[in-house]
């Protein structure tokens, strides 16, 4: 039996060979892609955001303990706050998501760092798809901050819950904008601590004088938790679920999945144009003699990138 | 007399003119740049990166301040915490700089969002190539966040500094690997505050723990500023100022130029080569029936784009 054979008849330890194959781009990755891409997938993908120390693991860990619980099958994908140079990863709370592991359908993969911001999305878009196509009912992925990384997850999920505490206050000001666009549904974790009903006033607040208090019809929630307790987790899952439903009824609509899928289908054409041409520039030794013109004040680089795009033709 | 003409006689308004023709990207924008491009530009490119709410703005006025008084002419960016889907802009304190522009040749230009975070730096990297050629001194970049926005403008200046505040002290448990690597200066701003002292100390702590106390042997400095008050600013400048000798070092070593010239170059391709593709693929009417395809199960978006870039010779 092959790998994906065993793959899919739901052996956990063919699922990991896969993501690891596919993380690690060995041959012919791309055609195992193309061959477990299932757009018929009945996963649903739920982002989990926010700033750091904001308590995303806790409310990740509750959140899927609660799918669990209705009988739900439950994978995670972790994406590290690592060093775009140097690739270390940092633990952080990670450690206590191990008690998930020991209970029912539960898959955790932490993501290493794939170098640039980009390279990190797409790798957690490929995970996402081996996960969709073992078949979980639930993916829960968690990025940290408000970098592109996270607008390229939220993008990719379905819901996207963006985890915010008292202490975030001065962030909140100035990160608002880029939040908002990507909330499905804001959480203020910790709110036992001073300040969190200030917080909770000023999001609101902000989402009504912003005129954008819904998006494609759907009203924003701003929910109270304290995750480490389980206080509001119920709140919160409901409030998933309403969403859950929403983004079904968008689906009805004409042209949504197709207007969904053709942005995936460009995000992946750009990565692969990007990697193809950075490997063929480096292994071009006439770039170096261009440098050269450069550094010599003989040209510049804006006319040497004119003279190389003339050189590739779509 | 042409705009080029003006500008190249130090007129402002040409100046603004050949900024807004670049951030518009009106039509030969890519000429003018190849043309105002100045590889022996003496101008000293300084970063200023940090969370929101760690003064920035103040330490990028007050360091304007000591650079103007020295007699040297300042160029200062800032690129806005802009959403990257909505545009809209918060200003937050950039009021304050308002100050400066009515002090000597300082040139204040606040850069509005391009869209996703690879237009935004792109922008900014040409917006400094036009103050380059105009012949500033000093110019000073303020960014937000720790995000690819930052690591490209970080690339892009001869010196960063990171500045952080005790509040932050949660993020820098988790940000730090990032800041590390972008950072030549840590400065811990509004050090008046309780906790200043414990995040100094866990700052030199952790560079030493991970032997980034030097890179190509400058020994990173955390300076303790309350920038508001002027406290601080002078210890910083003149760190910056060591900072530019080593940097002045590094550039008589062979093949040092060489390497920072074929990165932006590679960046730059990079960036247009992206554009373009969008553009076509854009306007390709074949995607729409391809998207039908994924739509339909019939195909996948990895097989459509091994079909598309075989389409594409470089």
Redesign the interface.
């Known amino acids: 039996m092959t790998v994906l054979d065993r793959f899919y008849k739901k052996d956990r330890s063919a699922l990991s060979r896969i993501i690891s194959f596919i993380e690690n781009r060995e041959d012919g990755y791309?055609?195992l892609?193309?061959r477990i891409?299932n757009?018929?997938s009945n996963s649903y993908k739920i982002g989990i955001t926010g700033?750091?120390?904001s308590g995303k693991s806790t409310l990740v860990d509750k959140i899927a303990i609660r799918y669990l619980e209705k009988g739900f099958s439950v994978g995670i994908i972790a994406v590290d706050?690592?060093?775009?140079?140097?690739g270390?990863a940092?633990l952080?709370d990670r450690i206590r998501m191990q008690d998930l592991a020991s209970r029912g359908e539960v898959f955790i993969r932490s993501m290493a760092t794939r170098g640039?911001?980009?390279g990190l999305s797409e790798a957690t878009r490929e995970v996402a798809i081996a996960l969709e196509s073992y078949g979980f009912d639930i993916i829960l992925i968690e990025t940290?901050?408000?970098?592109?990384v996270e607008?390229d997850v939220a993008g990719l999920c379905d819901s996207t819950v963006v985890a915010l505490v008292p202490?975030s206050g001065?962030?909140v000001?100035?990160?608002?904008?880029?939040l908002?666009?990507i909330a499905n549904i804001f959480v203020v974790n910790k709110a036992d601590r001073e300040g969190s009903g200030r917080l909770v006033s000023e999001l609101r607040l902000m989402l009504e004088s912003r005129g954008q208090k819904q998006k494609e019809g759907w009203i924003l929630p701003v929910i109270k938790t304290e995750a480490i307790n389980g206080v509001g987790i119920d709140t919160l899952t409901d409030k998933i679920i309403d969403h859950r439903k929403h983004v079904e009824n968008l689906y009805t609509q004409s042209g949504y999945?197709?207007k969904r899928?053709?942005s995936?289908?460009?995000t992946?054409?750009?990565r692969?144009?990007?990697a193809?041409?950075?490997k063929?520039?480096?292994e071009d030794n006439s770039?170096?003699s261009?440098?050269?013109q450069?550094?010599?004040?003989e040209s510049?680089?804006?006319?040497?990138?004119?003279k190389?795009?003339r050189?590739?033709?779509?």
Chains 1, 2 share one sequence.
């Open positions: 791309l055609e892609l193309s891409y757009i018929s700033p750091p120390g706050p690592t060093s775009p140079f140097t270390g940092l952080g640039s911001g980009g940290v901050g408000v970098g592109q607008l202490e001065d962030s000001q100035t990160l608002k904008a880029g908002m666009e999945r197709e899928v053709k995936e289908l460009i992946i054409l750009d692969k144009i990007r193809r041409v950075l063929e520039l480096l770039v170096d261009y440098v050269k450069i550094v010599n004040g510049d680089p804006y006319s040497i990138t004119e190389l795009m050189k590739i033709t779509i």
